[in-house]
């Protein structure tokens, strides 16, 4: 009883090493022919390369066997392509629900105190008093008829509880009818913001 299915068998692996060598020899003929006439043609090796890589490929998909001994080991490696897929996809999402939740996250604006200090002459200071708060590309702009402005007004950044300072010297105007400061800075979501402080005369 189980020496028809081993004959069948055998007479079919038979027939498929027949037609495989009958496949070869048409492969090896037309490739014969082909390379000839790319060699009249004086043609890049690499031609010839690919030709018999095609050749190959082509006798791989035709010839049961060889079709399953290549392709089946290559599928072998698709479903390990496919974890390393999904796992930098969800790395990404990830990455990018954090970036997400970071700019809509809810900004601590600055407060801005502007001062003479104290047993310095004609020096200032500039106090961001929001804790917590990010102030970046801070810079002060005045007028020049209110006070004379004598170093820079722009510094990288002043943070909450940090102070930055400059150097200015009040004018008659400003003696008399006070000095207005606008303060411009930049938070940690990228946005311009800016903030008007006036200092009165009686201050002074």
Same mark, same amino acid.
């Given at each position: 009883?189980?020496?028809?299915?081993?004959?069948?068998?055998?007479?079919?692996?038979?027939?498929?090493?027949?037609?495989?060598?009958?496949?070869?020899?048409?492969?090896?003929?037309?490739?014969?022919?082909?390379?000839?006439?790319?060699?009249?043609?004086?043609?890049?090796?690499?031609?010839?390369?690919?030709? =018999?890589?095609?050749?190959?490929?082509?006798?791989?998909?035709?010839?049961?066997?060889?079709?399953?001994?290549?392709?089946?080991?290559?599928?072998?490696?698709?479903?390990?392509?496919?974890?390393?897929?999904?796992?930098?996809?969800?790395?990404?999402?990830?990455?990018?629900?954090?970036?997400?939740?970071?700019?809509?996250?809810?900004?601590?604006?600055?407060?801005?105190? =502007?001062?003479?200090?104290?047993?310095?002459?004609?020096?200032?200071?500039?106090?961001?008093?929001?804790?917590?708060? =990010?102030?970046?590309?801070?810079?002060?702009?005045?007028?020049?008829?209110?006070?004379? =402005?004598?170093?820079?007004?722009?510094?990288?950044?002043?943070?909450?509880?940090?102070?930055?300072?400059?150097?200015?010297?009040?004018?008659?105007?400003?003696?008399?009818?006070?000095?207005?400061?606008?303060?411009?800075?930049?938070?940690?979501?990228?946005?311009?913001?800016?903030?008007?402080?006036?200092?009165?005369?009686?201050?002074?």
């Amino acid at each position: 009883m189980t020496e028809e299915p081993t004959s069948k068998t055998s007479r079919g692996g038979v027939l498929e090493q027949t037609i495989a060598g009958v496949i070869v020899l048409a492969i090896g003929a037309v490739a014969a022919w082909v390379f000839g006439l790319l060699s009249e043609a004086k043609v890049s090796i690499w031609v010839y390369v690919a030709g =018999i890589v095609a050749a190959g490929v082509f006798a791989t998909l035709v010839y049961a066997p060889w079709r399953r001994a290549v392709w089946g080991n290559v599928a072998k490696w698709r479903p390990l392509t496919t974890v390393r897929t999904l796992e930098r996809a969800k790395a990404e999402g990830r990455a990018e629900a954090e970036a997400d939740r970071k700019k809509h996250k809810p900004s601590i604006r600055a407060q801005w105190f =502007i001062y003479p200090v104290k047993d310095e002459q004609h020096m200032w200071g500039l106090m961001n008093t929001a804790k917590g708060s =990010i102030a970046k590309d801070v810079s002060v702009h005045v007028s020049n008829s209110e006070i004379k =402005i004598g170093s820079a007004l722009d510094w990288p950044e002043v943070n909450g509880g940090d102070t930055a300072k400059f150097m200015g010297g009040i004018t008659g105007n400003g003696h008399r009818y006070g000095v207005d400061f606008t303060v411009a800075w930049t938070n940690e979501h990228g946005e311009r913001l800016s903030a008007n402080y006036s200092h009165e005369s009686d201050r002074f």
